[in-house]
């Protein structure tokens, strides 16, 4: 039965395991919508992590600080599946967030041209 406790000190309880997505949805729907990730005891997490345990947890939202680097994190992955997609051959290398955006190296033979720009 987790308890969870809010930034504000509230706390919340319920009777089994239960997503972060669920716990802001039990809060509101506005957050459950809003909602793009969960810090618990100082980790950012999915929202479809399952809490278990009694656990401190803040909702992030794209009003929280790690809101932009969560979406650059998630868009980042979503380049390199678009590219693996669209090149099967090619080999994800790395790909991080940096301070006003992220990056993809990609390794494959051939070269991309501007046609590929589109």
Same mark, same amino acid.
């Given at each position: 039965?987790?308890?969870?406790?809010?930034?504000?000190?509230?706390?919340?309880?319920? !009777?089994? *395991?239960?997503? %972060?997505?669920?716990?802001?949805?039990?809060?509101?729907?506005?957050? =459950?919508?809003?909602? /793009?990730?969960?810090?618990?005891?100082?980790?950012?997490?999915?929202?479809?992590?399952?809490?278990?345990?009694?656990?401190?947890?803040?909702?992030?939202?794209?009003?929280? !600080?790690? *809101?932009?680097? %969560?979406?650059?994190?998630?868009?980042?992955?979503?380049?390199?599946? =678009?590219?693996?997609? /669209?090149?099967?051959?090619?080999?994800?290398?790395?790909?991080?967030?940096?301070?006003?955006?992220?990056?993809?190296?990609?390794?494959?033979?051939?070269?991309?041209?501007?046609?590929?720009?589109?």
């Amino acid at each position: 039965m987790p308890i969870i406790t809010l930034p504000d000190g509230s706390q919340r309880s319920f !009777d089994n *395991a239960i997503s %972060i997505h669920d716990v802001a949805a039990d809060i509101g729907p506005g957050l =459950a919508k809003a909602a /793009l990730a969960g810090r618990i005891d100082g980790e950012l997490l999915d929202t479809s992590y399952l809490i278990e345990n009694d656990v401190d947890l803040a909702i992030v939202t794209d009003k929280s !600080d790690e *809101a932009l680097e %969560i979406i650059r994190h998630s868009t980042a992955h979503l380049l390199a599946q =678009a590219v693996k997609q /669209l090149f099967p051959e090619a080999q994800v290398t790395i790909g991080p967030v940096i301070e006003n955006g992220f990056f993809y190296d990609f390794s494959f033979s051939g070269s991309l041209f501007s046609g590929f720009l589109v």
